[in-house]
């Protein structure tokens, strides 16, 4: 079980589902400096997003939500999402997307870097 879920927390190759890409959408709409949107999904089902610049740094506010919901969970509400119940994370890129090694970089900065395993 703990080789499945240390699966799902790496930040390669995650796409966006449909419930999500509206939201991406939209968030990328608003920042017209995004050249990409951060998705962070919580193990409660919530999800925290924002756009991102050329240069790693934000361009929108964090927007925090929940599928089929009006508001994001109580736990949500009080710890803002905490880093410790993230289950995945990674960068959605608009088109045309950066290079390998610019991806490489704005990911680091923004998700963090994770260790090496032997």
Known sequence: MAKKSSKKIKQTALVAEKNEEAMIEG???GSP???????????????KMAAIAKDGEPASKVIMY????????????EDNGDFMRVTESFIHWTKPEPTEAEKESISAKVLGTMPATH
């Open 33 to 47: 400096d995004g050249i990409g949107v951060v998705v962070v999904r919580l193990d409660c089902g919530c999800r």
């Open 66 to 77: 929940r599928d089929q919901a009006e508001s994001i969970c109580p736990k949500c509400k």
């Open 27 to 29: 968030i990328l709409e």
